[in-house]
């Protein structure tokens, strides 16, 4: 049996991750260490309350007695670092829980994995030679891009909110633990996930929420800001070819090539409202516009060819047929809360 450390297991990406690592290995035991901050769920998990494979800590991955007695009692083969304050309106109003959490909490993560796998820079203790540490990133960390282009790895970090600076900082110290040390790490830059198990205050959720409330429906600036969205269930298994089989030391972009700007996402969720349930006015009629937020990005997208080419991934859904799956799983949540 293989036990495995997961940070922010509870949260959107983290816990649909989980189960889909415990649904795909029967060899593998999930230590799932999570702060339960306001983005992480308990419930998002319910279904593995009873699985011997699964075990939850409450805990902070800054807390360097925990990490290092989590290690010592269950010799962890491999960390998945999903564990990050994320939110970019949240970093503005509150940076110093980003650095806090993202950059220490990471280096903490990381020293303490080295210190149990490795005798001395490039010595890997007995048994621990195939060990790996896999980081979760996002492709804020690259800047904002005009109306074409698209990011890939070797495209410059340009972060331009404390989230984004926050996550490239935890980008570089993984790094530099592969360059100095030769710890066996991967890196994976994610563009912008949808899904089951978002928390309510993520664009989508929110116009899902205040449109079945009849509340105005908040839309940045024009509404034309662009994002290139990945149905969360993809990214799952991008995540683990990366692990499973990418190479020591790379990065990997993951994207679903499925660019839409925010405008175009409320008036499709309010299209499908109006299909699935449906009232006397439209409920694109409860789109407003309200005031841009500091540093807005204009457009990521994200180049996945390098993923594709060596790893042999591909998206499974595109934006129209992700979101209808969405939309049912929200309603589905809100109407019988």
């Known amino acids: 049996m293989r036990f495995i450390l997961i940070t922010g297991g509870a949260g959107f990406i983290g816990s649909n991750f989980i189960s889909f690592l ?24 319910k279904e593995l309350e009873d699985n011997k494979n699964y075990t939850f800590v409450k805990g902070d991955i800054c807390d360097v007695a925990l990490v290092n007695e989590l290690f010592k009692t269950h010799n962890f083969s491999g960390v998945i670092h999903f564990a990050a304050e994320s939110h970019v ?9 980003f650095i806090n959490t993202n950059v220490h909490g990471t280096f903490n993560l990381l020293n303490t994995a ?29 800047g904002t ?9 070797d495209t410059p970090y340009a972060p331009n909110s404390p989230y984004s600076a926050s996550k490239a900082s935890s980008d570089f110290i993984v790094r530099s633990y592969y360059h100095t040390y030769g710890m066996n790490v991967v890196t994976t830059n994610c563009s912008n996930n949808y899904g089951p198990k978002q928390h309510n205050e993520k664009l989508i959720p929110t ?10 429906i908040p839309i940045y600036g024009d509404g034309k800001n662009v ?50 349930r449906p009232k006397l006015s439209k409920y694109a009629e409860q789109i ?6 500091p540093g807005h990005d204009f457009r990521y997208a994200i180049d996945a060819s390098k ?20 939309v049912n799983w929200y309603l589905n949540k809100y109407e019988n809360r």
């Open 227 to 276: 994002r290139d969205w990945l149905y969360v269930e993809d990214h799952c298994s991008g995540i683990d070819l990366v692990y499973q089989k990418g190479r020591s030391g790379e990065t990997y972009n993951i994207g679903g090539k499925n660019e839409r700007d925010n405008l175009y996402i409320a008036h499709k969720i309010c299209g499908l409202l109006d299909e699935l």
């Open 207 to 216: 116009i899902i929420r205040k449109a079945i409330n009849g509340e105005n």
């Open 288 to 293: 407003t516009f309200v005031t841009d937020r």
């Open 89 to 97: 309106d949240n970093s503005i109003a509150n940076p110093d829980a």
């Open 114 to 142: 080295k210190n149990h796998w490795m005798d001395a820079p490039f010595s890997f203790k007995p048994g621990c030679e195939n060990n790996r540490f896999h980081h979760i990133s996002t492709d804020e960390v690259y």
């Open 307 to 326: 993923i594709e080419n060596e790893l042999g991934w591909q998206a499974k859904e595109n934006f129209e047929t992700g979101i209808v799956k969405t």
């Open 22 to 45: 415990l649904k795909k290995y029967q060899d593998i035991s999930i230590v799932n260490l999570d702060k339960l901050t306001y983005a992480g769920e308990l419930s998002n998990l």
């Open 145 to 153: 891009l005009g109306k074409t282009g698209l990011f890939s790895e």
